[in-house]
């Protein structure tokens, strides 16, 4: 029997490093998220937990993929890749009939048009303002002092639509505090913040087209109140995965997997 080929994706976004060790192309064998991207320890805290996670060395593994915003400094990688491109590989993989990607990070939100072969056809980005991000999320779950991974129970118990109006994430955080004040409820805040999001986000997709499946990916599609928000705003069905934020890092282990057949081929051919 053929040796078993692992390869690995490394996606080193703005806010979070994300990794995964992927078997034979297919089998996801180990991940890590560490909440730190580009610039810090993140990118190494990444790779070295992936791999104890997997119980692999670095040597076991044929082939490095790093895509994101920080991917061209990592010196551990052998290639890079768009993280537009991984994405869509990576939701291929997971969602065969996905169409369109929505896809919220810490700071970006984009969605992509993905077509009958898995192959992206379009896409639009907000890359300019935190409004519509996970940013705007980190700076709101601040003010109202709890963590991020508690907002999806708090849009969960809401009874109340507190809307918020400001399209600033400076503003809007002044309206929380205002909204705190008068006396409204943290978890009607909460949705009114979801809701906000969705409402920029929803536009946003709409000018590439919502085709279904629609699958959402990114740290945000953990909250599952941002899943409700982006429902009820599109009227489609939004799919995710336990895998979602480490979707960009799948496409970048797929891809690796795809270059190591290639020089295997060649050096099979060579011999
Ligand atoms: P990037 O690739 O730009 O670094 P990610 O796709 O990793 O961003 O998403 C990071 C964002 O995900 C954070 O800003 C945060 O808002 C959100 N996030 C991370 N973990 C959670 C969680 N457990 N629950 C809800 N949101 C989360």
Redesign the pocket.
């Known amino acids: 029997m053929a040796e078993a080929v692992y390869t690995m994706g490394v996606?080193?976004?703005?806010?979070?490093?994300?990794s995964i060790i992927l078997k034979d192309g297919k089998e996801i064998v180990s991940t890590s998220?560490v909440?730190v991207?580009a610039g810090t320890s993140g990118p190494s805290r990444t790779i070295g937990e992936t791999l104890k996670n997997s119980g692999l060395n670095r040597e076991d593994i044929s082939y490095v993929m790093a895509t994101?915003?920080g991917r061209n400094s990592l010196k551990e990688a052998d290639a890079q890749m768009s993280e537009l491109s991984c994405h869509a590989k990576g939701a291929y993989f997971l969602f065969p009939n996905v169409k369109t990607i929505i896809?919220?990070?810490?700071?970006?939100a984009k969605a992509l048009k993905i077509g009958d072969n898995g192959m992206l056809e379009n896409f639009v980005m907000n890359d300019k303002c935190a409004a519509g991000?996970?940013?705007f999320?980190?700076v709101i779950?601040r003010v109202l002092e709890v963590d991020?991974?508690q907002?999806?129970d708090l849009d969960a118990k809401s009874t109340k639509d507190v809307s918020i109006s400001s399209t600033c994430t400076v503003f809007a955080e002044s309206e929380v505090i205002s909204q705190l004040a008068s006396g409204s409820k943290i978890e009607d805040i909460v949705k009114g913040i979801h809701n906000s999001i969705a409402s920029r986000v929803g536009s946003l997709a709409k000018r590439v087209g919502l085709n279904d499946d629609i699958i959402f990916?990114?740290?945000?599609a953990?909250?599952e109140g941002?899943v409700r928000a982006l429902e009820e705003n599109t009227g489609h069905k939004i799919h995710t995965s336990p895998y979602c934020?480490l979707n960009?890092a799948l496409g970048a282990a797929l891809f690796a997997y795809q270059k190591q057949q290639l020089i295997a081929k060649k050096e099979k051919a060579n011999a």
């Open positions: 996606d080193i976004g703005s806010t979070a490093s994300k998220v909440d991207g994101g915003y896809d919220i990070g810490g700071q970006d991000t996970g940013r999320l980190d779950a991020i991974s907002l999806q990916t990114g740290g945000v953990l909250n941002m934020q960009g």
